[in-house]
Nanobody, 114 residues
Framework: QVQLVESGGGLVQPGGSLRLSCAAS????????MRWYRQTPGKERELVAG????????TYADSVKGRFTVSRDNAKNTIYLQMNSLKPEDTAVYYC???????WGQGTQVTVSS
């Protein structure tokens, strides 16, 4: 049974930091490019960051470059999203996804507000 379980979301003040995790099981995690997306009500899901199987190639949305860092630990079947200098516009539900599959997590809410 494939599972992607995100955690680490919460309420944080502007300028603060959060670290999201996504634990994978039920498939060969190390063989898949992994991505983080986010979505707010009424808007399409937005690609935030992607990381290749070995972590050599990483991409970010322009809106998060210099503030977010994606990483993965294939030994733990987990990807991470370190989010610094958070802004109110980063408020969204964050999802992890295994590229070229229909494997999605349930999402974790991030709220940036004073």
């Amino acid at each position: 049974q494939v599972q992607l379980v995100e955690s680490g979301g919460g309420l944080v003040q502007p300028g603060g930091s959060l670290r999201l995790s996504c634990a994978a099981s039920g498939f060969t995690f190390s063989r898949y490019l992994m991505r983080w997306y986010r979505q707010t009500p009424g808007k399409e899901r937005e690609l935030v960051a992607g990381i290749t199987t070995t972590g050599i190639r990483i991409t970010y949305a322009d809106s998060v470059k210099g503030r977010f860092t994606v990483s993965r630990d294939n030994a733990k079947n987990t990807i991470y999203l370190q989010m610094n200098s958070l802004k109110p516009e980063d408020t969204a539900v964050y999802y992890c996804h295994a590229a070229s599959t229909d494997y999605w997590g349930q999402g974790t809410q991030v709220t940036v507000s004073s």
